[in-house]
């Protein structure tokens, strides 16, 4: 061979490596098939090795406009549009544990309603708001509405899946729970379970543009404009659930916002850059949205990273106070039941111990870290501790109350 054919030989053998290369990292990020983003994905390889990703996925298809009549996703309606997406649809936690821990009726694919305030978002129970106060213009006033009276909305939502689970197994009341409690199997949520956590702040309308929005109506009879400000999804597709947190790109420039002090880690949006690059991925549909606003601070997976640190996942809105000591994943699996003396008995959402001769701070909040210890679920030799069983990482089911008569 001459020298021109064998330079067009070596030429040609490494377009052709470079093209392998270029195919492999093609179908290593199209692993999830994005041509339908309204269908949700359920996939624990998928899951698990590209988190990620699978956290787009999952965003992009909970908050695709949802269809007024099935309540699931209209094919034809177009991301961004200004309606409730499919996430909104869902069960609230309001309307699941009932104050009388009664059932609360077949899911309904009826027409998408606005669900009432006070069942849609986490709020004082009725009974504790007579001794609810807070200052105006100086004087200590009973809180007429405590919804208008918040800084912040914060919602909780459950999937089909979710909610058919909970009512075939009456774990809408203490009394459902108790007798999981006592069963062999416990508690173990389908594969498909979805929970989401929302929060909302109030925005003006020159915001709206930048915010999925919402308005909310007032005891008063007025109506206030809502932006969303962060999002967990929590998906049941591995066995200690996908974790997912998501933001928007203005909350640490909030007055009332202590900042991002994790770093964000996104391997999909962020392939090229570090994992905190703050951009949202490009291609799947979000510019011209207004969902290029928000970030993917991270997913979780397991309790430890590859070198055997606890992981660590915060978001500012859901977490403010408590984000260097923040797992989503540690923190769920404390969700659990125990029972004293015939009283029923929760784990503590936060770790209120300290170090010896340390002041205790009322104020103080801090998380669980790192994979469960067996001290928590078994009682202390000798003491009348309860033992705990794990409620499958589903901490709305705390609100559960006792069964009238």
């Known amino acids: 061979m001459s020298a021109r054919g064998g330079s067009i030989g070596r030429l040609l053998c490494r377009s052709v490596i470079a093209l392998s290369m270029l195919t492999c990292l093609s179908m290593r990020a199209s692993a999830l098939d994005w041509r339908e983003p309204w269908v949700e994905p359920h996939d624990a390889k998928a899951a698990a090795a590209d988190s990620d990703e699978y956290a787009w996925r999952l965003f992009v298809a909970l908050n695709w406009p949802a269809d007024a009549v099935t309540r699931g996703p209209d094919r034809f309606g177009r991301l961004?549009?200004?309606r409730p997406v499919v996430w909104e649809t869902w069960q609230s936690a309001g309307t699941v544990y009932l104050e009388d821990g009664a059932d609360p009726g077949p899911w309904s694919p009826s027409a998408v309603a606005p669900l009432a305030a006070e069942r849609r978002f986490e709020g004082i129970s009725p009974r504790d708001l007579p001794n609810l106060r807070h200052i105006v213009g100086g004087v200590m006033v009973p809180v007429a509405d405590p919804i208008a009276a918040a800084r912040r909305l914060t919602e909780i939502r459950m999937n089909s899946t979710t909610f058919e689970f909970i009512r075939a197994h009456e774990l809408y009341n203490v009394e459902g729970q108790l007798r999981a409690y006592a069963s062999p199997d416990g508690v173990s949520f389908p594969v498909g379970a979805r929970n989401v956590k929302a929060k909302w702040r109030p925005i003006t309308e020159a915001e709206r543009p930048r915010y999925h929005t919402i308005e909310v109506r007032l005891a008063d009879g007025t109506y206030r404009l809502y932006g969303l400000t962060a999002l967990h999804i929590a998906a049941k597709d591995l066995p200690r659930w996908l974790w997912a947190t998501f933001e928007h790109v203005d909350n640490p420039t909030l007055p009332d916002n202590e900042g991002w002090q994790l770093p964000s880690r996104d391997g999909y949006a962020c392939r090229q850059a570090p994992s905190d690059c703050n951009r949202a991925?490009?291609?799947?549909?979000?510019?011209g949205t207004v969902w290029q606003y928000y970030r993917l601070r991270g997913t979780v997976?397991?309790?430890?990273?590859?070198?055997?640190?606890p992981e660590r996942l915060a978001n500012s809105e859901l977490e403010a106070g408590m984000q260097g000591s923040s797992s989503c994943i540690t923190c769920h699996s404390r969700a659990?039941?125990?029972v004293t003396g015939g009283q029923v008995e929760r784990l503590a959402i936060f770790d209120s111990t300290r170090d010896p001769g340390?002041?205790?701070?009322p104020l103080m909040r801090r998380g669980f870290i790192g994979e469960p210890q067996a001290a928590w679920f078994q009682p202390i030799p000798g003491q009348n501790d309860p033992h705990f069983r794990p409620l499958d990482f589903v901490w709305s089911m705390i609100k559960a109350q006792h069964k009238s008569p």
């Open 358 to 361: 340390t002041p205790a701070d």
């Open 336 to 338: 659990a039941i125990g």
């Open 301 to 309: 997976t397991q309790y430890l990273d590859a070198r055997g640190k």
């Open 281 to 287: 991925p490009a291609g799947i549909g979000l510019e």
């Open 80 to 82: 961004g549009a200004d």
